[in-house]
């Protein structure tokens, strides 16, 4: 009999999600269909066949951890009216995903953007372009804030961005490499400075 859709998109899920918390260690060039048949107790076949090749299950992996990041750093802010009171949230979000990562290796689109810069292909532009849309989501709230008069317009908003990405990836090194407690609360207060908050607002929270 047949497997029904639902069972199929279960299946499919099931591969992906494994896929992402194997990638994150290995890689998505370590993303073998052999290690995970035998982490599923799965045939190769069975594996490989919902995506077609092994490169369309790394592009499937690399897109599920792309969707979990904004899950957990930009939907929560949505909410939030655009500008600063946005921003506060995705930093405070931002900070949090770094302090208790869903992945076993810390941030995973950080480490894909080292894995893959030197790397061109599909992977690449996939996510360099999710990368750009990021940074372009934070640009948009720094100007509207700047707009609203709350972050000084002395401070170019391409500069904060690269300096709000800075933090955040020398935290995740700190927490990763160093097991730094406190790279999470250090990260929160830092980018707090950068868009001129003062000690003690909501982006000062300790991790």
């Not at 951890?65 to 939907?75: G, Y």
């Not at 709000?164 to 090194?173: D, E, F």
């Amino acid at each position: 009999m047949r497997r029904s859709a639902s069972e199929a998109r279960r299946t499919r899920d099931h591969i992906v999600s494994t896929g992402v918390t194997h990638a994150s260690s290995a890689g998505l060039s370590g993303l073998t269909i052999g290690v995970l048949a035998e982490t599923l107790g799965m045939s190769k076949a069975g594996v490989v066949g919902p995506f077609g090749s092994r490169a369309d299950l790394q592009a499937a992996v690399l897109a599920k951890a792309v969707n979990m990041f904004t899950q957990a750093v930009v939907e929560p802010s949505l909410t939030a009216d655009p500008g600063l009171a946005r921003l506060r949230v995705v930093i405070d979000s931002w900070c949090g995903y770094l302090a208790d990562s869903p992945f076993p290796n810390g941030c995973f689109v950080t480490a894909a953007s080292c894995e893959l810069d030197g790397q061109p292909g599909e992977l690449r532009t996939y996510l360099r372009d999710k990368v750009t849309h990021w940074r372009d989501f934070l640009r948009e709230q720094i100007v509207t804030a700047q707009t609203a008069g709350d972050i000084s317009t002395r401070l170019d908003a391409t500069d904060l961005v690269s300096v709000l990405t800075g933090i955040a990836m020398s935290a995740n090194q700190e927490i990763q490499l160093l097991g730094d407690d406190t790279a999470a609360a250090r990260a929160r207060r830092l980018m707090g400075a950068v868009i001129g908050e003062k000690e003690g607002s909501t982006t000062s929270k300790t991790a």
